[in-house]
Structure formats: structure tokens, C-alpha cells
């Protein structure tokens, strides 16, 4: 069964920074498509960033700028390093494995707070 897990949540002020990881486990890495994801509560969750197999990346207009997505196909994991966070940042944040072409290869991990306070 494949596995993501998150870690690297947690409480920071606005303008600070973060780290998200996420490490991968039982799956072909290297041909997903690995991405991050945000929720809060009453609204869909919504894409952060993606980077493509072969490292092209997509980010969100809110985002652009401030955050940067990486991935190490040897440690099978991908990074989310946040920058000049925002409260509006603040939300539960979701690493995403999936192909694109395909409805039944997409994956989540549990979830990782990331709450932007002063």
C-alpha cells in the first residue's frame, strides 16, 4: 500500500518560514507526479504546487514567489519550503502522488497543520 507521509507543520508567525516534507513509500516515484494541497475547514482543498516527473513545476498565484517545490527522486520524498508566510496561509496542507492520465493512481498522505499566527 502505498504511503505518504508529511511532516513539518506547525506554528509560525507571518513572515516567517516553514519546510513541509513528505516521504514517499511502495511506489514508483520517480514517474509521479508529486504535488502539495491545502484545505480549510468549509472549503475544497485546493493545489499549492506541483512537480512533474521530469521537475517542471506549477504554483498556485497566491503562492508564486514565496513558496518553492522540490523533490529528490533518490530519497523519494518532495519538499514545500514556504516563505514570508501570510495567516491566510494557514490551512491543513496534503501531499498529493498521482498520474495524471490515470483516475485510480492518486494518492494523499494524512495531512499537515500549518497555522500562520502572530
Known amino acids: 500500500q502505498v504511503q505518504l507521509v508529511e511532516s513539518g507543520g506547525g506554528l509560525v508567525q507571518p513572515g516567517g518560514s516553514l519546510r513541509l516534507s513528505c516521504a514517499a513509500s511502495r511506489i514508483n516515484f520517480n514517474i509521479y507526479r508529486m504535488g502539495w494541497y491545502r484545505q480549510t475547514p468549509g472549503k475544497q482543498r485546493e493545489l499549492v504546487a506541483f512537480i512533474t516527473s521530469g521537475g517542471s513545476t506549477n504554483y498556485a498565484d497566491s503562492v508564486k514567489g514565496r513558496f518553492t517545490i522540490s523533490r529528490d527522486n533518490a530519497k523519494k520524498t518532495v519538499s514545500l519550503q514556504m516563505n514570508s508566510l501570510k495567516p491566510e496561509d494557514t490551512a491543513v496542507y496534503y501531499c498529493?502522488?498521482?498520474?495524471?492520465?490515470?483516475?485510480?493512481?492518486?494518492?494523499w498522505g494524512q495531512g499537515t497543520q500549518v497555522t500562520v499566527s502572530s
Open positions: 498529493n502522488a498521482r498520474i495524471p492520465s490515470s483516475d485510480s493512481l492518486n494518492y
